[in-house]
């Protein structure tokens, strides 16, 4: 698959959260484009450009929001801070119809079962593409090992699993009994 160093979309969603992401922004901007590449190729496509503009838009919104909690709340349990700000969004540019769809991509992406309502095929693709990204590639769901090299080549990770790594260690001293308050199954 082709690799897109820039994706102009994204970009826009992304850079008004620079800030408030801080250090950590490198590392979570090229999370997403390893994921959004992932979930692109997940659905056989060898280019964003052969993927429909209605569905990058729809893959690039909520990978923009779907980990934003955590910056936003400080906190690992970061599903539903993440929720508001992806709404806003799509309210304020009158998107309100992919609202439901957007929203389980992200409320869903950390489900360790698939996802299995045809009506939002994207979840499930939304919830293996970040799947390949945060296993590191280890697991794959048939994407080629090569693929993934010239993803994290290209976007190099810059931090963001020690910075996942670090942060839920901190959560699990405080709360033993719920070690990891994203996944669902």
């Not at 190729?41 to 450009?49: D, F, I």
């Not at 599903?79 to 806003?88: M, T, Y």
């Not at 969004?89 to 869903?108: C, V």
């Amino acid at each position: 698959m082709k690799i897109e160093a820039s994706i102009i979309r994204l970009e826009k969603l992304l850079a008004p959260w620079q800030s408030l992401i801080g250090v950590e922004y490198q590392g979570y901007r090229n999370h997403l484009y390893r994921m959004i590449h992932c979930c692109v190729a997940l659905q056989g496509h060898q280019s964003l450009e052969e993927c429909d503009e209605q569905t990058l838009q729809k893959i690039c919104i909520a990978a923009c929001f779907h980990d934003i909690g955590i910056w936003i709340n400080n906190t690992v349990d970061y599903i539903a801070p993440s929720l508001p700000p992806a709404r806003a969004y799509l309210l304020e540019y009158g998107l309100e119809a992919w609202t439901d769809e957007i929203i389980l991509m992200i409320s869903e992406h950390h489900k360790l079962s698939p996802y299995r309502d045809e009506a939002y095929p994207l979840v499930e693709v939304f919830r293996k593409g970040d799947l390949v990204d945060f296993s590191l590639g280890m697991v794959r769901f048939g994407l080629d090992k090569e693929f993934i090299a010239c993803l994290k080549s290209t976007f190099p990770n810059a931090g963001f699993h020690s910075m996942l790594v670090r942060r839920a260690s901190k959560w699990f001293l405080r709360h033993p009994l719920n070690p990891a308050p994203m996944m669902k199954w």
